[in-house]
């Protein structure tokens, strides 16, 4: 049958998390922090053309096995337009170039596919 709770059995409570993550659209509330690390050059001019962002997306979109090298082989930058390093050049994170490369490799095999399949 139904006995009573034991009043000398301890209650269990649920931990709490101190450092909650955040759900949502808070994920994205300050994206330039988690996206672009700081980088040793004071310019965009002094960067190589072939590491700025503008020419790896372009090489992703018409030549996509030469944009995943240069980014598999070095880092890409860009000149940070919002936060507190506005203006200065900034460089993609790692866990940020991943995700690029992720997405277009995966890209590239359904391109592929689509093109043998027929």
């Not at 269990?12 to 993550?21: D, E, Q, S």
């Not at 988690?34 to 030549?63: E, G, K, N």
């Not at 860009?78 to 690029?100: D, E, F, I, Q, R």
Request: a positive charge.
């Amino acid at each position: 049958m139904n006995e009573p709770p034991n009043e000398t059995q301890p209650t269990t409570t649920p931990p709490t998390n101190p450092n909650p993550t955040p759900s949502g659209w808070e994920k994205f509330k300050d994206f330039s922090t988690d996206s672009y690390v700081p980088t040793q050059y004071t310019s965009y001019s002094q960067v190589a053309f072939y590491r700025r962002q503008w020419f790896v997306f372009l090489c992703l979109l018409l030549i996509i096995p030469l944009g995943i090298i240069i980014m598999l082989t070095g880092d890409v930058f860009v000149l940070s337009k919002a936060g507190a390093n506005k203006g200065s050049v900034m460089k993609y994170s790692g866990k940020t170039k991943k995700k690029w490369i992720f997405n277009f490799v995966l890209l590239w095999i359904v391109v592929l596919s689509i093109r043998f399949s027929r």
